[in-house]
């Protein structure tokens, strides 16, 4: 059953619009289809029909393409829109026996090679546009094909979406025209369906400039989409074809139909400076949006068996909208008898309260087509000035909902395809609250600055609450959330009650997770829109938290984002992810600097580096590296060279963000570690080193490699990179931090510091100021984005002199100089890796758990053990697993100083599958009487309590049943101390 909640069911609205054309001698123009058709000889412009300076497309990567083809030959584009209907340009169907002579095929990518995915269909019916005239082929240039038979969609034939009547695509949009037409003027066929992508151009813009090409046209329907450069365009053999564009959740949708061009990716820039034979034009597309009212009803014509049970016709809204005033009412959909709203539907409702009320809204019951993105069929709502408040499908009643303003518009709008029983809802004017305050029964939508609190504030808020805040800034604008008071549950990752701050309305983009009694750090969102929800469990109440609510007017310099790329892919959601394995220097989520300060690091946005790892030795974070594939991580050698147990027990966390906090992390073993053969410890010189991971990592939207630089990309003085670290300040931080890092000449560097080679550079600040990139930082990526936002990892932090004292700019090993030694040492790993298949490395040796000592944490004032050599006791922060090397045994020691609650120590033991284990308990040491020590079989999340060890009953055996066994250690008070020594081993099972 889909499920309809505000998290993740706000969407904001973004738009990506698609176009298409054709020439003189070819049919249409592309858009996963296309070749030329004749056009009006009388006229001296040239309906487009081929792709130029585009690329060849992988199959099935758009499989709403179609071909039209006569005596087998393809003439024109088309685009799959449903399982009966195909959208092509009218003047691609103007011959009078098109139903006998023409054919479609679907799920066709090469014509070069016979494709079993290609599938053929006679045409039952053409409907063209009433209003398109041969002798005026540039307006109303659409047509729909109804086939003889049904499309079976599979991932080489699906149908791309029509755009609804509130998508907006707006200039500069980058969209996809697609075809077979012609790779240059006049130039040959391909036989591979080729892409290209053009920026959409604004309407006004687009006409003036056909104006330079002939004042007689008129372009009353069309979307234009080029460079003004030329080199980019589509051409004959496209028309008919798709120009496609992304929705923000990844829907393609069918923006134009490829109509007309004069010529193929010409210069128009300055078409007045040309002659008329010269001069160029952008692509003109078909505009699908502005059309949508007459396919609407040409798509319902052939749905009537369809809904054969429905005993009404066809309307465009199944109930009465309009105006509606008053302080109350309810709204129905669909009214009377009918038990399903129809296809196509279009409703609005305009609902008015009395001045300085609010607006509640009660959902009855809401049935609705599903979509993850809400852009089928959908219930939107709006304020008065047009901004989106909401939008909902699904078959789950939003929540209440209430709006802080005296007007809304609601718009209900359904696609052609499927249809539900609807919904109902009421409406109710009410009293605002002095602050705008969810009350825990509805969503508080906020326009205006102002405060929000928790409920009952300042006294405490209830038990069970669920409170949702959505935040609307104006245009330009970013939110900032400042708190006054805070004072909420303390927990370990906010388990109980917490206050979580979305940057976005579907509840993906997490800006902080807050709980406890620290009054949390001001937060800025990365758009005009913030969601802000606050839930309790059933103990422990306090009294919440006060902030204020302000806009801050958007930094020049803040990323707007990138183009959509792939095959329906969504950029900020994990489950858009999976496919990233071949993508690299790609941040899901766009980071962004509040100060755009070269002297002071600040916190990074969560996951916006998600190639930053955390190298780990004995359970401490030691020093930084960089995703450079599933398998290996890109760090200095000096962080590694050095520490001999380092491939046992080190650890490499990736997607992290907060030191103290495991949310997202993978956490991997080192199987083996490459330090570059010439690394000279003395003069830092070839400081890069590779650790191979025991197992890959997992690519997701927190976890994801890094570019390499290639032969091309350089460095250049004054080049403004950034440097991630969690410990850029003099201070280490558990949150990420960024730091942009001006590039210094080389001459500048050798005057800070002798021996700088040519494989180092200097990055940071001049003299006199501070500069993070000190010894701490070893082994941190410096990244720089490329012109579309792509980042490339050119530098790795080698050393430094002081983050404080006498600060000089930081010294970073140039990646450049290291990219063939990097890949040599993968590809000879990978190789020799396709042949391995013994057991990977143990994370902790028994062999090598004395020189823990050095590395994990400090040694206990007092010899624990009689007897024993203090050497190899290990002071241990026992939160992490130990994967263990059998057979073996360990001494430790747990101090109540660790937390403020007392002594807590957690060890599991992981045996192979089809395994138990053997404990033998020696000596056990406590403190006071308020400590135990429990053993549970299996792992935490999912133990069962076995037996309690207690000084009497050592010495112990203690077997387990299966291949894993956890013991916790809890002592009650601060002063609580526990002295352990224990020896393990895995049998197999009998």
């Not at 006679?122 to 002798?135: C, G, L, T």
């Not at 079976?152 to 969209?175: E, M, R, T, W, Y």
């Not at 560097?749 to 993070?772: L, S, V, W």
């Amino acid at each position: 059953m889909a499920e309809t909640s505000l998290s993740s069911v706000f969407i904001m609205l973004s738009v990506i619009t698609h176009v298409s054309r054709e020439e003189n001698g070819g049919p249409g123009r592309v858009a996963r289809c296309g070749e030329h058709m004749a056009a009006d000889e009388s006229a001296n412009y040239n309906l487009l029909s081929r792709i130029v300076g585009g690329t060849s497309t992988n199959k099935g990567e758009h499989p709403w393409i179609a071909s039209l083809k006569r005596d087998g030959r393809h003439f024109c584009g088309g685009t799959v829109i449903s399982d009966r209907y195909i959208v092509t340009a009218a003047h691609c169907v103007l011959d009078k026996n098109i139903l006998n002579n023409t054919r479609v095929s679907v799920g066709v990518h090469d014509f070069g090679v016979k494709e079993y995915s290609e599938k053929s269909f006679p045409i039952k019916a053409v409907y063209k546009h009433p209003n398109f005239s041969s002798n005026k082929p540039f307006n109303y240039d659409i047509a729909i094909l109804e086939l003889v038979g049904r499309i079976k969609f599979d991932q080489n034939i699906q149908a791309a979406c029509l755009p609804n009547p509130d998508d907006v695509f707006p200039a500069g949009s980058l969209c996809v025209a697609l075809g077979w037409g012609r790779l240059i003027e006049n130039g040959r066929l391909p036989l591979r369906l080729q892409q290209v992508t053009l920026p959409l151009i604004d309407y006004r813009r687009c006409l003036s400039i056909m104006e330079t090409v002939d004042r007689r046209l008129v372009f009353e329907t069309v979307v234009c989409g080029g460079f003004p450069e030329g080199g980019k365009d589509a051409c004959q053999g496209d028309s008919g074809g798709p120009f496609l564009c992304q929705r923000s959740h990844g829907r393609w949708v069918l923006v134009g139909v490829t109509s007309w061009g004069l010529g193929c990716a010409r210069n128009w820039k300055n078409n007045l400076l040309q002659p008329p034979e010269r001069r160029g034009s952008p692509g003109v597309f078909t505009d699908i949006q502005k059309l949508l009212n007459w396919l609407g009803g040409n798509l319902n014509q052939g749905q009537r068996d369809y809904k054969r049970f429905l005993p009404y016709p066809v309307v465009q809204c199944s109930a009465e909208d309009g105006f509606l005033k008053g302080t109350e009412g309810n709204i129905l959909l669909p009214e009377g008898s009918r038990k399903y709203y129809s296809n196509n539907e279009k409703c609005v409702w305009t609902i008015n309260v009395p001045t300085g009320m609010h607006i509640l809204l009660v959902f009855d019951y809401f049935n609705v087509e599903w979509d993850y993105s809400c852009d089928l069929d959908y219930l939107a709502i709006y304020s008065a000035l047009g901004r989106l408040i909401g939008k909902f499908c699904g078959d789950a009643a939003p929540r209440p909902l209430l709006i802080t303003d005296t007007s809304i518009i609601l718009k209900f709008i359904s696609d052609f395809q499927e249809y539900k029983t609807g919904f109902s809802l009421s409406y109710q004017a009410v009293e605002p609250d002095f602050y705008p305050d969810s009350d825990c029964g509805s969503v508080a939508v906020i326009f205006e600055e102002g405060e929000i609190q928790s409920m009952n504030h300042p006294g405490e808020y209830s038990s069970l609450a669920h409170c949702q805040w959505v935040i609307h800034g104006p245009k330009f604008h970013v939110i900032q959330i400042t708190f006054l008071v805070f004072e909420v549950e303390p927990s370990d990752d906010c388990i109980f009650d917490k206050l979580v701050i979305y940057h976005d309305l579907e509840g993906t983009m997490i800006a902080g997770k807050f709980c406890g009694f620290s009054l949390p750090e001001p937060i800025l969102s990365v758009s005009s829109v913030m969601q802000v929800i606050f839930t309790s469990d059933h103990t422990a109440n306090y009294i919440g938290f006060r902030a204020v609510i302000s806009f801050v007017p958007s930094s020049s310099n803040i990323n707007p984002g990138l183009p959509l790329q792939g095959n329906n892919q969504p950029r900020n959601s994990q489950d858009a992810m999976e496919d990233f394995d071949e993508v690299c220097g790609v941040s899901p989520v766009l980071p962004r600097f509040n100060h755009h300060s070269i002297a002071s690091a600040e916190e990074a946005m969560p996951n916006s580096w998600p190639w930053h790892v955390s190298i780990n030795f004995g359970n401490k974070h030691v020093c930084n590296g960089a995703i450079v594939s599933e398998t290996f991580v890109l760090t200095s050698a000096n962080c590694v060279a050095g520490r001999d147990a380092f491939h046992i027990i080190g650890l490499v966390a990736a997607g992290l963000h907060d030191l103290d906090s495991s949310i997202n992390a993978q956490k991997q073993p080192v199987r083996k570690v490459f330090i570059h053969p010439e690394y000279n410890p003395s003069s830092r010189d070839n400081d890069v080193a590779l650790i191979l991971l025991a197992e890959p990592f997992q690519y997701n939207s927190y976890v994801q490699p890094i570019c390499l630089p290639d032969g091309y990309s350089k460095l250049e003085p004054s080049d403004l990179c950034v440097v991630s670290g969690w410990n850029l300040n003099e201070d280490l931080s558990t949150k990420l931090q960024q730091l942009e890092v001006p590039v210094l000449l080389h001459d500048v560097c050798k005057r800070y510091y002798g021996g700088i080679t040519d494989r180092m550079f200097c990055g940071g600040t001049i003299a006199g100021e501070d500069n993070a990139t000190c010894a701490e930082q070893s082994g941190a990526p410096l990244v720089r984005p490329s012109d579309t936002g792509i980042y490339t990892v050119f530098g790795i932090v080698s050393w430094g002199v002081g983050c404080s004292k006498n600060p000089k700019p930081g010294v970073y090993s140039s990646v450049a100089s290291f990219v063939q030694w990097i890949w040599e040492t993968i590809h000879s790993v990978e190789q020799s890796m396709d042949t391995y298949t013994g057991p990977h490395l143990p994370l902790i040796s028994p062999d090598h758990l004395h020189k823990l000592s050095q590395s994990k944490a400090r040694q206990p004032d007092n010899p624990p053990f009689n007897g024993s050599n203090s050497s190899e006791d290990v002071y241990v922060a026992c939160k992490d697993v130990l994967s263990l090397q059998s057979p073996g045994e360990i001494k430790l020691v747990v101090g109540g100083q660790d937390s403020p609650e007392g002594a807590r120590c957690q060890l599991i033991f992981q045996a192979p599958k089809d395994h138990f284990i053997l404990l033998n308990f020696k000596q056990l040491n406590v403190s006071c009487d308020r400590y135990t020590l429990e053993i549970y079989e299996g792992e935490p999340s999912n133990k069962t309590y076995k037996a309690q060890v207690t000084e009497e009953k050592i010495p112990i055996i203690v077997k387990s049943t299966g291949p894993a066994v956890t013991i916790e250690a809890n002592g009650k008070a601060q002063e609580s101390k526990l002295q352990l020594w224990l020896s393990y081993s895995f049998h197999t099972q009998n």
